[in-house]
């Protein structure tokens, strides 16, 4: 036999009323309840899903959804929009008389902040070094996405993708 119970809460009912803003929440006066009787509620509409596209499939590469990039001897600014992206490719070092370096850089509108760097260090003149890379950023408003390659040596090849919105929704493929 069911139990029914009276739940005044206002934390309780902020939280329904922001998961459930189709149900225009509850009126003053009207208290929520609660019963021990289990009643399974199965929704199996793509729109319960959130897309017609699997998830990982949302995260496809397509010939729309890359933007590629080629860096050497300069800093570029790779992404500038807000959003969750991947970040792929691949560094390549060439040794030389001076060092040389790609650094992938977060920069949030003032100030950089190097979060890798790959350099030439004990490569002899004459022979390269490479290296896969593949990531994810959040870029918030005012973020950029910068690579430094610091000289002809460093090379950087990649694309870069939009995986989520700034909301986190996944975006698909085009």
Same mark, same amino acid.
């Given at each position: 036999?069911?139990?029914?119970?009276?739940i005044k809460s206002p934390n309780i009912e902020d939280k329904i009323n922001q998961l459930l803003p189709s149900?225009?929440?509850?009126q003053a006066g009207v208290?929520?309840?609660?019963?021990?009787?289990?009643i399974p509620i199965v929704d199996l509409t793509e729109t319960a899903e959130g897309s017609s596209l699997r998830q990982d499939l949302q995260t496809s590469l397509s010939h729309g959804s890359c933007t590629a990039f080629a860096v050497n001897n300069t800093t570029t600014t790779v992404i500038n929009t807000t959003g969750y992206f991947r970040v792929f490719g691949q560094i390549s070092l060439a040794g030389a008389a001076t060092e040389s370096k790609v650094s992938f850089i977060l920069n949030d509108g003032a100030t950089d902040k190097v979060i890798?760097?790959?350099? +030439? $260090?004990? #490569?002899?003149?004459?022979?390269?070094v490479g290296e896969h890379f593949d990531f994810?950023?959040?870029?918030?408003?005012?973020?950029?996405?910068?690579?430094?390659?610091?000289?002809?040596? +460093? $090379?950087? #090849?990649?694309?870069t993708r939009q995986i989520a919105d700034i909301n986190g929704n996944l975006t698909n493929p085009i």
């Open positions: 036999m069911a139990q029914e119970f009276v149900q225009g929440g509850f208290d929520f309840s609660a019963s021990t009787m289990v890798y760097t790959l350099t +030439s $260090n004990n #490569i002899t003149v004459g022979d390269f994810n950023v959040f870029m918030s408003a005012g973020d950029s996405f910068k690579i430094l390659a610091n000289n002809a040596s +460093s $090379n950087c #090849i990649g694309n």
